[in-house]
């Protein structure tokens, strides 16, 4: 006798927008809005580095010591902002005064500006308490509104001061990374990615962006 299996809508979706699935390789429907402002957005929550004599001893203090910058993006070029990424540094309290001359903590996050845009990330390392944080996309790969684990703000790099006792808590990219983001405009979702730059532990470059304007489409990632 001849079986019949009824898959939930629900599985079937999930199964359609897989990275290897016809859905996502034919890019026949895709409408990409590529953006590459010039020069690259940078950012940096320091001004300079003051080389400062601290308790017997030289180190580089960030001016100011403590700041936050941000800088926001239009993904769709609608006049409306839909992303904010900041980037800040604050002068931490350290169990003597000698570790309190290099106590500075540095932080990247990412927001949606609306409640529905967001932020595809990572899931949280239970065995070592690794932080769930933005997923580092590589070129090419695929980013879907059904297969990423999606958040309205995540950090994307984070270096505490003292690293050494709190590795698990330290994260970040060399050099560039994608960045997946989910925008929601007229009641649909919308993939697209970011693409930084990493300059430093206290500042970024945001390099280009894009958006599939085609609801509901994958993108993958350096899509143009």
């Not at 006798?1 to 079937?12: D, E, G, N, Q, S």
């Not at 700041?67 to 002068?91: E, K, P, Y």
């Not at 950090?155 to 690293?163: D, G, H, L, R």
């Amino acid at each position: 006798m001849k079986r019949t299996f009824i898959l939930p809508l629900a599985l079937v979706l999930l199964y359609s927008c897989e990275p290897n699935s016809p859905t996502c390789k034919d890019s026949s429907t895709d409408n990409i809005l590529f953006t590459d402002p010039e020069p690259d957005l940078y950012t940096a929550s320091s001004d300079t580095s003051i080389l400062t004599y601290c308790h017997g001893d030289y180190f580089y203090f960030p001016s100011p010591e403590n700041s936050t910058a941000f800088v926001d993006i239009d993904l769709d070029q609608d006049l409306v902002n839909d992303f904010r990424l900041t980037v800040s540094h604050v002068h931490v309290s350290a169990p003597t005064p000698y570790a309190w001359c290099s106590s500075f903590n540095y932080s990247l996050k990412i927001t949606g500006l609306q409640p529905e845009n967001k932020v595809s990330g990572s899931i949280s390392n239970l065995t070592n308490n690794t932080p769930e944080h933005a997923w580092y996309f590589e070129s090419g790969n695929t980013i879907s509104v059904f297969t990423d684990n999606w958040k309205n703000e995540l950090y994307i790099k984070n270096y505490p001061w003292n690293s050494s006792s709190w590795p698990s808590m330290a994260f970040g990219f060399a050099g560039t990374t994608y960045i997946g983001v989910m925008l929601h405009k007229n009641g649909e979702n919308h993939c697209g990615w970011i693409l930084l730059e990493n300059t430093g532990a206290a500042s970024f470059k945001i390099k280009s962006y894009a958006v599939n304007q085609t609801p509901g489409r994958c993108i993958q990632a350096g899509q143009e």
